[in-house]
């Protein structure tokens, strides 16, 4: 009989959120976080990390045509879950637009290897999926994309969130068929009070609970 794999949960630090999982995100998950700007992509995603580094598991954010490391560390830098002892060590800001630019999305998934490779990385942050996806010539470009980043996902044992705008009229679905998971981040004005929602589109492997 066929001895079937058992996932490993990664609690995420974000107390709702994991209560909403079932227990944190499954280790090696490549879950898709997207939302409008301004939604809170950047700081869901940051926390995330600065937990994993809180608990001795390193972290690495990875961006493609995002705003600067350090401008964005500024802003986030009053929010208690930032620790700067852990800026560069625990969590590591690596950009990969030039290589992106240079080599196209073969390159870049070379580069995010590579940068797995150095450590023993417990998540991987990528925030530009949308850069990705329009450096992409087709669909089938953009799959194969996601495809390798599952590969290397299973073969360093690491759990990674792709952050993606979805301020586009008509973006590409093909990665939502792909991903393990969709987080949905929504910021509305309703009744002249602000409010910020999620929804767990998507979760395989476990029953999450639906709503907003």
Do not use: W
Not at 9 to 20: E, K, N, Q, S
Not at 86 to 92: A, I, L, M, T
Not at 120 to 149: C, M, P, Q, Y
Not at 179 to 192: A, K, M, Q, S
């Amino acid at each position: 009989m066929t001895k079937l794999k058992q996932l490993n949960r990664m609690p995420t630090g974000i107390a709702g959120l994991d209560r909403l999982l079932g227990g944190g995100l499954f280790e090696t998950g490549v879950y898709i976080v997207q939302g409008r700007a301004g939604a809170g992509k950047t700081i869901f995603a940051n926390q995330i990390c600065f937990h994993q580094a809180a608990n001795q598991r390193q972290a690495v954010y990875y961006t493609l045509l995002t705003e600067a490391h350090d401008r964005m560390l500024a802003f986030l830098q009053r929010l208690a879950f930032i620790d700067p002892n852990q800026v560069s060590r625990g969590v590591k800001y690596v950009s990969g637009f030039k290589v992106l630019e240079a080599e196209g999305l073969p390159g870049l998934v070379r580069n995010i290897r590579d940068t797995l490779a150095h450590d023993r990385t417990a998540l991987i942050v990528v925030d530009g999926l949308v850069t990705a996806e329009e450096a992409a010539h087709s669909n089938i470009d953009l799959k194969k994309f996601l495809h390798e980043l599952q590969s290397i996902a299973a073969m360093f044992n690491c759990t990674m969130l792709l952050l993606t705008n979805t301020d586009k009229e008509q973006p590409l679905h093909a990665e939502h068929t792909m991903v393990d998971g969709i987080f949905e981040l929504r910021h509305e004005n309703v009744h002249l009070k602000s409010t910020r929602t999620l929804e767990v589109a998507k979760f395989r492997g476990a029953g999450q609970l639906g709503g907003t």
